[in-house]
Every structure is written in C-alpha cells, then in structure tokens.
C-alpha cells in the first residue's frame, strides 16, 4: 500500500470515527437535557472521547510514515564503559 493511501484510508477513517463521535456526544446531550439537567454526566464522554478522537487525528493527518527505522541502530546499544545490569532477583 503507497503512502498516499494509507493517508487516505486514516483520513476517512478518522472521518466517521469524528461523525460517530458527534452523534454519540449529540444523543448524550439530549438525554441529559430529557433528565432535567442535573449534574452533567455527558462531559465524560465528551473528555474521553475527544482525547481518543485527538490521538486519531493526530495519527491520520500527521505525515510521519516512516517504516525505515535504521536511523536508530546503535541508540539503544549498552554503553559498554558503565557496569553491566545485575541479573539477581530480590
């Protein structure tokens, strides 16, 4: 799959998942409001729900498809000056 596509498919996706999101945050509005406003549970759902709808947004427009990882070869090699980690158990 190119990289145009991909970016196209997380765009869609990201798409109906804001849509879905929209309705689900809508339907809980009015059941709050047909409840008589008390204490307003709904902003729960619209915390935790924009926070994954972020992190899918984030994912879908940002450009940072980098499958080659060889540019971290060797960073996270031991330093082989310091002392080695104990292997026994407490």
Known sequence: MTAEARADRNQRSFMWHAQRYGGIVLLCLVIWA?????????????????LKLGFHARRAYSNDYDD???????????????????????
Not at 40 to 48: C, G, K, L, R, Y
């Open 34 to 50: 047909l409840a008589g406003f008390g204490y307003f549970w709904p902003a729960w759902v619209i915390v935790i729900g924009g």
């Open 68 to 90: 080659d990882l060889s540019d971290l070869d060797g960073v996270f090699d031991r330093d082989e000056r310091r002392e080695p980690v104990s292997t026994t158990r407490w």
